[in-house]
Each structure stands twice: as C-alpha cells, then as structure tokens.
C-alpha cells in the first residue's frame, strides 16, 4: 500500500457584504471571508492537502481565480472535483485533521455540521475528519478579526 500525506494553508480576508462558509456549512456573522469563490477558507485548504498529497499541484491550478465559471462557486463543488481528481489516480482518503483560525465568530458549535458536511460531500465516514478551532488569542491578522485561516493534514494512500 502507497500512502502519502499532503498540507494545506489557506487565509482570507474578513469584509463585510458576504456570507460566512466554512466547511461547506454557512456560519452566522456580520462578516464573511473575500475569495473568487465563496472564499470557504476549510475547504481551500483541504483541496490543497489532497492535491499536494497526490502531487497534483495546488487548488489555484486546478480552479483559477480567473475562470468565470468559479465566481461564486460553493466550495464544495471544488472538493468535490478534488476527490474525483484523487479517485481517477487510484488514491483514497485516509483522514483529515484541520484547524480553523478564527477570533469571532465561536466555531465549536459549528464542527459537528461541519464533519457531517464534509463527510458527506468527499463520500467518506466522518470520522474520517477532524475539525478543530481555535483563536490566536488577540495576535496578528486573526487576532485582529481582519481574516481567517486553516491548516490541514491529508493522509490519502492507494
């Protein structure tokens, strides 16, 4: 058995006007992430986990921000294409282990939508995912509630 193991990072700005996405699941709050997409900063950096652990490239290759048909796109949808991208080179997903950036709003609650969100969508078990959230404690970017971001861990194997 092949097995590799890939990292994503991915960040966005926090601006008002836009809805809140994260890990496919909408999130109540006065302010949501700017992207091309729905700028849904978990599920960026699972794609880029996956992409990197097959060493398919990165999520802006397969998805540029300059196609039209990817304004607004659910992210989702690109996870989506992700796994396929993953399937048609004989690699299945092993698990995840993702951690969200965020001062405000309080993600916690969210998490268990989020698995089963994600689960559901990339056709695994979710106990295939972990979601953790934390803060970075009034530092930084974050800190300053100007934007999020998430790092994640894929372990694929074929």
Not at 78 to 91: A, P, S, V, W
Request: charged content about 25%; glycine content about 10%; hydrophobic content about 40%.
């Amino acid at each position: 058995m092949k097995v590799r193991v890939g990292f994503g990072y991915d960040m966005h700005r926090l601006t008002e006007g836009r809805e809140l996405w994260l890990g496919g699941v909408r999130v109540d709050h006065e302010k949501g992430l700017e992207g091309h997409s729905d700028a849904d900063v978990l599920i960026h950096a699972i794609c880029d986990a996956l992409l990197g652990a097959a060493n398919l490239r990165d999520i802006g290759y397969h998805f540029p921000d300059t196609e039209a048909r990817y304004e607004n796109v659910a992210s989702t949808t690109l996870l989506r294409k992700t796994m396929h991208l993953l399937n048609e080179q004989g690699y299945r997903l092993g698990n995840i282990d993702a951690t969200v950036c965020a001062e405000r709003p309080r993600l916690n609650p969210f998490v268990p939508t989020m698995k089963e969100k994600l689960a559901e969508t990339m056709g695994v078990d979710p106990s295939a995912i972990s979601i953790k959230a934390t803060t970075s404690e009034a530092m930084g970017f974050v800190g300053r509630e100007e934007g999020m971001a998430a790092y994640v861990v894929a372990l694929i194997y074929q």
